[in-house]
């Protein structure tokens, strides 16, 4: 895996898994774009980033759940004469209850921003991530699509989604050098429980951001990188345990953990 003389495309950079992504890779030498709608914060943390390790930190505010804003964003970077080589998908949001209750805009813009925006970019600057294959296409999946989540029926789906994306890119860049991984942890210390609005979506042990980063960049310096993993041994346990209970039981399992 190579950092240096590289550039990485971080969603989401503003807090949590996307900011710690952006300290680690620029700890490794490389540039970061840092793209989320809080322009305020992605400038503290570029300031912070190119004075403590020497890197370019671009600070981009945008809005990826707005149809269009992948190619914007290409087209942003392009007349700033920046090539992006590492393409880290983080934006995503989730929500707790049941499906009947929820706004349908809200509904909407999940899915937009979970799976649409993903798709976008990923189509979009996956043939400058090939160009020279240093660098990786990563997306943030979790265990919760590896099985319906009722209570986050919409959420588990949007996830499902990005796994099954991912592994099947994975698969058809496989002649190629990039690098290409869907990273599926499950709850983590994040602010994304605030969105939520409910813990009773927190299930299982909680990890801390520079455990999944940290997970997520050992499995890409691999010599033959997966084209998935789950982070934690109580995470992949369940989900190897799920792939062989009756489905029946699945459902009503995640359903009573979800408090559905």
């Known amino acids: 895996m190579s950092y240096r003389s590289t550039t990485a495309l971080i969603t989401g950079a503003s807090s949590g898994l996307g900011e710690e992504f952006a300290r680690q890779w620029a700890e490794r030498g490389a540039d970061v774009v840092l793209v989320a709608r809080r322009l305020d914060r992605l400038h503290e943390l570029a300031i912070e980033l190119e004075k403590n390790h020497g890197i370019t930190a671009t600070p981009i505010a945008a809005d990826l759940a707005r149809p269009g804003a992948a190619a914007d964003l290409k087209a942003e970077l392009a007349s700033r004469g920046i090539t992006v080589r590492t393409l880290i998908n983080n934006a995503g949001f989730g929500s707790h209850g049941a499906f009947v209750e929820q706004e349908p805009e809200e509904i909407s813009r999940m899915v937009q921003l979970n799976i649409g925006a993903v798709a976008d970019l990923s189509r979009v600057f996956l043939p400058e991530l090939m ?23 919409v959420y588990g789906a949007t996830k499902a989604f990005v796994l099954n994306l991912t592994e099947a890119l994975a698969y058809e860049t496989r002649r190629s050098s990039l690098r290409v991984l869907a990273v599926s942890p499950g709850p983590v210390s994040t602010e994304f429980f605030d969105v939520v609005g409910s813990r009773d979506a927190m299930v299982g042990r909680v990890a801390t951001a ?5 997970a997520t960049r050992r499995a890409l310096e691999r010599g033959n990188t997966p084209p998935s993993v789950v982070v934690g041994l109580g995470n992949r346990l369940s989900v190897l345990s799920s792939r062989f209970a009756p489905r029946r039981v699945v459902l009503a399992v995640a359903g009573r953990a979800l408090k559905a």
């Open 210 to 214: 520079t455990q999944v980063v940290t």
């Open 131 to 153: 160009a020279d294959g240093r660098g990786a296409l990563v997306t943030v999946a979790s265990t919760a699509a590896y099985q319906p989540t009722p209570a986050m029926a």
